[in-house]
């Protein structure tokens, strides 16, 4: 997706996204992102580890 940022920034994405069913309203408050961190998952997982050990270890 990082190569197609600007042409999913002026698609019609996320009015199809909001326009779906009967749920209009509840799809208005999803928040939609695009992710352009080469490691995401990786970059997650280290945080959350370190969060942990930082509560754990208090330092």
Known sequence: MP???DFFAAS????RFEA???MTDYAHAIPTYLI???T???DGA???LSAQ???VHGS
Do not use: G, V
């Open 40 to 42: 995401p998952a990786l």
């Open 12 to 15: 019609r994405f996320r009015a």
């Open 3 to 5: 190569r197609f940022a």
């Open 20 to 22: 779906r069913y009967r």
């Open 46 to 48: 280290a945080a959350w």
């Open 36 to 38: 352009l961190a080469d």
């Open 53 to 55: 050990q930082e509560r």
